[in-house]
């Protein structure tokens, strides 16, 4: 089994990481790119097929350089074996069209072609949820979005996944689908190891990558558009129809209510609470 | 994806002591070995005193299965040993180093924590070559039957496995000895409940406290009139940094005095004896708690069933030696033993003999007399027969018996150092509150110091434990007072007029009548097992990873 996860870096959105400006602008220099948290479920995903299911794998991205320490966080925190960066100027400023396509293009360039490839839901900056779908368009493979648990029949050459009708955990449908199959993994992903062997595996797997995190560098594989054979028209800012005609920061909602505070020292500030509230008491 | 039930040649459920022995037994045999354990690591969920002892007369010890074990995971090693008989201010204490010596080659203090995840990374190590491995976070719920009989066992987080050998090394409140019905959660007076403190201390004010050298320790015993009259005593262990000092009582006493255990442990801190090691300054680390077994009444004689072997607390197998309490020790050997009765039964080409062959190898070792003592069964009991025991109170409290002990306060002295005398000891009054507090009386001098330790209350100490709260894992099947109202007091994190701790006691009115009822709120539970044995209970353990963790232990 060969699988492959998609990843992207964004912000670290998480409280005490992110940076913005005096107008609500992200201050990209000051915030630490991190692996896009919803890609990790699909690396979770596809490291359960590891562990039950033996076989390797990967995580590619497409994105400046600076991603490679996306891409080894991936192997130390969700034990990935090796590592793809496609990366170079030409590919910069891409659309997720243009992403999809240079995704796809190193796809179909690796050398041991994948059965399953995974995307993450939504990434946590750009948000749209294309890149995954698109790229599986370029593929031509069947697709299995928002999955919530899956199993592999080797022999039978099928994966079998539940995955959420609406989008929420009320309706949840099992589909079947011959691999090579594309899988977007919904954030409700729980991988489950019901057998000791597995857990077992699970522990050796995830301490030897941890080991081999440290030197990362040594799995990892960077592509520039010429290796991938790409021409320059078709990727990057060149090759992406949308145009983004201008960035609005969201204006903070208006406070509606009105705030007093009273400090409260001794029992005789108390008393204006009191008289605040009894307008509002009920009853006697 | 296959569904076949897996099978491993042996399952070693709890890594414990007695499961750790077993395993690396077990692994050296060449048995592919997989250990579970339901804590998020192993050692969360354990309490000891805890001085582990090496026998010289046991056929196996601790450091003997992992050689780096006294540098790897114990504290500091006992080289002095002190009993004291308390009255009031009046303190008698006795050097008791001959009884701790007695068939010693050594013995440490010991942090539970430390000392079992350091077990479990050896035990994983050593039986992941065989195939097998240890999982943490695996809760074990009982028993995997076919036609009747034993083959396995069930878990909450994985499908059901297969073994040609079971090891119950699950400790005091072993849900696999109960699905076996080899023991069960009846009478109080089987058990102790144990409480313990570990209080924060600098290694040089250890050290000077204490009067010993930087790789040297302490161990205190108390016992006496300071604990308003239950059966039990209290002990003092130095660690490295910090210092390990707890209670164990008699269950049954514990209950019918109502006694809230708590306020037993307080009753040691701040008494002025203490106040010359614990200076001014207090700071609890944990407060923690568990059942112990008596091993004089608990241990099985014949701990198996089918392909399961009953190891360590789980069969009973802890001996109160007198004051001193050697339950770690046993269970090594005892899971030695039964791994290498799988051994030898695998090696005859039967191994549903191991069971067998185990309870021939506790006997034939020495390990069944030290558990299950015959002077206790001849003098111990009889002393216990109520009749008697007022009689040897009276006799002990009066002035002939007070003469006595002024007479023979030497003799008393070696009598306590004798393991002979000690093993003989009844469960009652007379030999941890009477006959304590009257040599105290005695021949004690008054403590002077002033003990200005104030202990955090029960509210702080539940506040300061860690727990990833589950499903409750307890259900109250009777909740009248008269069932199950003992746990109220009994269960060391509740008390009367308390609010925040597992049980309550409610006076609910209906229709003009009036019931005291118990209300159980299984939240900040410690596991201890009290409420298993004192209430009428639907007890089990929390799933894997769930529950209280304890980070010192
Ligand atoms: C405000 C804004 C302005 C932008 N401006 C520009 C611009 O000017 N020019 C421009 O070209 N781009 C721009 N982008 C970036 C770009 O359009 C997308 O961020 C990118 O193509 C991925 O789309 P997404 O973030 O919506 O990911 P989604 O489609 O939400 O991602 C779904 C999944 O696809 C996979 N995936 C996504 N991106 C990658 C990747 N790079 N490599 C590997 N796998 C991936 C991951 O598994 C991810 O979980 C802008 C984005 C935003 C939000
Ligand atoms: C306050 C106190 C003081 C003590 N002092 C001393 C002392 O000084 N010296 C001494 O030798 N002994 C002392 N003891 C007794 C000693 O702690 C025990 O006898 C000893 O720990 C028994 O070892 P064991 O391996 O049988 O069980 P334990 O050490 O209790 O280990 C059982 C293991 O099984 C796991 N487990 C339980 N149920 C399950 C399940 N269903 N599924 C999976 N895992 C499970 C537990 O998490 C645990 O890790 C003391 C006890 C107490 C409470
Ligand atoms: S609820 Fe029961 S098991 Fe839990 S701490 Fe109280 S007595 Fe012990």
Redesign the interface.
Known sequence: MHTVVMTKGVPDFREGQVSFDEDGHLERGKTPTVMNPNDKHALRAAFQTKVRNGGHVSLMSMGPPGYKEVLQEGMRDVYADDLYLLSDREMGAADTWATAMTVATGLQNLDDQPDLVFAGFKTADGETGHTGPQTCWCLDWPMITHVVSLDIDEDAGTVRAKRLVDGDISEIETVEAPMPCFIVADPEFEPTYRKASHRLNHKDLRDETQERAEEYEDYLTVWDHEDLNLDPDYIGLDGSPTIVSGVDPIPKAPSEREATIIEADDSEALVPILDELTPYAVGD | ?TDAV?E?EAVVVGCGPGGAAAAATLARNGVET?V?ERGVDAGSKNVSGGLIYAEESAPYTIDGLFPDFREEATERPVTENVIHNIAGDKVKSFDIGDLHHHDTAWADAVLRRKMDSWLAQQV?ERT?ETG??L?TE?HVTGLLRERGEIVGVTTE???P?KADLVVAADGVNSELARDAGLMDWEDPDEWFQGVKAVVDMEPGVINDRFDVAPDDGAAHLFSGDLFDGVRGGGFLYTNEDSLSIGTVFHLDSIAEEHAEPHELLDSLLTHPLMAQWLGGEYDEREYSAKLVPDSKKAAHPSPHKDRLVLVGDAAGQMQAQGPIIKGMNHAVTAGALAAEAFADARARNDPSQAGELYEKKLHDEGVMDKLRPTGYKVFGQLGELSPVDDLSNAVADSAVGRFGVRAAAGLLERAYSSPRMVSMIPDTKLPYVTLPTVIAEELGEPVTDENTVSPPDLADRIGDLTYDVGDPHIELVDNSFEASGTAVTACPVSAQDFGGGCYRDETVKTNGSEEHLVSLDTQPCVECGTCAIVADTEWEHPAGGKGVEFKQG
């Open positions: 994806m897996e491993y997989l579970l994983h992941r097998g491995g999982l695996v987080e994985l499908d496995i």
